[in-house]
């Protein structure tokens, strides 16, 4: 049972290029979420997906996608990286209606 | 003013030493309280709930006090391995979002 796992682990793109970052669970939770965390700011919200077939913004969505792939695995998508998303990027998830959410390991990204 | 606020710290403190760390959330409609740990370069991982009453797990105690919108950690015995950032999380109930504070950092020295 590997919980939440993210790839890559490490990534360096220059500004304008763009990548996906890949997120999966196999604790069968219906609800997926992508954070960045960034120094003095704390964890924020990107995007979530309450369950699969839906996703919806959450606190700074600019600059991202998302899809709800099936029910395991939620990406994230950046179409023309910028400095300013250089980041820790975390995906979770959790059973919609609980609040405990549980994290992936987070994928250090650099802009260059 | 933040949703979530919590002092960075760092809290330096012995081995064995009682630490209380404070967090103050501003919606008073939040319904639920945690305090998630992270550690250097890891993923949060949960602590422990905050209910109303009170509770307690092992060398950790969690408050809520819901009038002046303020919970609190308390960690008695420290340990070396306790040396983390403590993260202060509310549901301000949209639905399963939830908010997170800055963290604040406890550093347990010999």
């Known amino acids: 049972n590997a919980g939440v796992t993210q790839t890559p682990k490490f990534q360096v793109l220059k500004t304008g290029q763009s990548m996906t970052l890949q997120c999966a669970q196999d604790?069968?939770?219906?609800?997926m979420y992508w954070y960045r965390q960034d120094p003095g700011m704390g964890l924020r919200l990107i995007y979530y997906?309450?369950?699969?077939?839906?996703?919806d913004k959450g606190e700074v969505p600019n600059g991202y996608n998302v899809s709800r792939l099936n029910k395991r695995e939620f990406s994230l998508r950046l179409e023309s990286a910028a400095p300013s998303q250089t980041s820790v990027y975390f995906c979770?998830?959790?059973?919609?209606?609980?609040?405990?959410?549980?994290f992936g390991p987070g994928t250090r990204l650099t802009v260059l | 003013r933040k949703e979530v606020e919590q002092d960075p710290g760092p809290f330096n403190v012995p081995e064995g030493a009682t630490v209380a760390f404070n967090c103050t959330y501003s919606?008073?409609?939040?319904?639920?309280f945690f305090w998630y740990r992270q550690d250097c370069r890891k993923e949060p991982k949960l602590l422990m709930s905050?209910?109303?009453s009170g509770n307690e797990d092992g060398r950790f105690t969690a408050q809520l006090n819901r009038a002046s919108q303020y919970i609190s950690l308390l960690i008695r015995d420290s340990k070396l391995s306790d040396s983390a950032t403590y993260l202060c999380?509310?549901?301000?109930?949209?639905?399963?979002?939830?908010?997170f504070g800055t963290g604040t950092q406890l550093k347990v020295e010999l």
């Open positions: 979770a998830s959790s059973v919609w209606g609980r609040d405990t959410q549980y």
């Open positions: 604790m069968n939770h219906n609800s």
């Open positions: 997906s309450a369950s699969e077939g839906t996703t």
């Open positions: 919606n008073s409609a939040s319904q639920s």
């Open positions: 905050v209910y109303s």
């Open positions: 999380v509310v549901n301000s109930g949209g639905g399963n979002k939830l908010t």
